[in-house]
């Protein structure tokens, strides 16, 4: 499966993007997608995760309230609304697939898009 990130741009803190990452090739309801993110000179973070279905979501501590990850199987995308922005937020975002279901390790994905910025400013 091939995957395309994008939705990424420069906001003013308190604002809000939607990331997109659409898949081309194998059915992809079949899989679970993840976030991830990496800022300048730190390691990749998980954000997010959803199951094939979109029954199941999960994220991490500091973006719980402020993110949703959602998917549209028949349009083969997967969202991520990010609301309340902050400086913090800002670095490369990733989607990433993975068969059976969505787990928080970067190395348990496959399949990976190639990115896109996303810039907080203050």
């Known amino acids: 499966v091939q995957l395309q990130a994008s939705g990424g741009g420069l906001v003013q803190a308190g604002g809000y993007l939607r990331l997109s990452c659409a898949a081309s090739?194998?059915?992809?309801?079949?899989?679970?997608t993840g976030w991830f993110r990496q800022a300048p000179g730190k390691e990749r973070e998980f954000v997010a995760a959803i199951s094939w279905s979109g029954s199941n979501t999960y994220y991490v501590d500091s973006v719980k309230g402020r993110f949703t990850v959602y998917r549209d199987n028949a349009k083969n995308t997967v969202y991520l609304r990010m609301n309340s922005l902050k400086p913090e937020d800002t670095a490369v975002y990733y989607c990433?697939?993975?068969?059976?279901?969505?787990?928080?390790?970067?190395?348990?994905?496959?399949?990976w898009g190639q990115g896109t910025q996303v810039t907080v400013s203050s």
């Open positions: 990433a697939a993975k068969t059976r279901g969505p787990t928080m390790t970067a190395e348990e994905y496959a399949y």
């Open positions: 090739g194998r059915t992809f309801s079949s899989y679970a």
